[in-house]
């Protein structure tokens, strides 16, 4: 099955900043709404940002000025450049190719990669 390996994660004091990768075994990046999600201890796991197949992007409220989701696609990757970090961002965080309907974003896949866990200290 195709593979979404996910890095970049790390331990941050608030107000800093990290890059989360997102490299495709395949193709699935250029090709398909991809979504960045996360699961914080206890929670349930919700999607953070969104780009689009034509390269349009959304974001929750939470992380919209703090959280910018891009995509390189020569290198098969999607992108989640996060700076202002606050602890409440600490959480697993994972990619997956992204649909929408019923007035919500879904993971395509039901299948998940390893993650990259964002540790955020006050």
């Known amino acids: 099955q195709e593979l979404l390996v996910e890095s970049g994660g790390g331990l941050v004091q608030a107000g800093g900043s990290l890059r989360l990768s997102c490299e495709d075994s395949?193709?699935?990046?250029?090709?398909?709404?991809m979504a960045w999600y996360r699961q914080a201890p206890g929670a349930q796991r919700e999607w953070v940002a969104i780009?689009?197949?034509?390269?349009?992007?959304k974001y929750i409220d939470s992380v919209k000025g703090r959280f910018t989701i891009s995509r390189d696609t020569a290198k098969n990757s999607v992108y989640l450049k996060m700076s202002n970090l606050k602890p409440e961002d600490t959480a697993d965080y994972y990619c997956?190719?992204?649909?929408?309907?019923?007035?919500?974003?879904?993971?395509?896949?039901?299948?998940w990669g390893q993650g990259t866990q964002v540790t955020v200290s006050s």
């Open positions: 395949g193709s699935i990046v250029n090709v398909n709404t």
């Open positions: 997956n190719p992204t649909s929408y309907g019923s007035d919500t974003y879904s993971p395509v896949w039901s299948y």
């Open positions: 780009i689009t197949a034509d390269g349009d992007t």
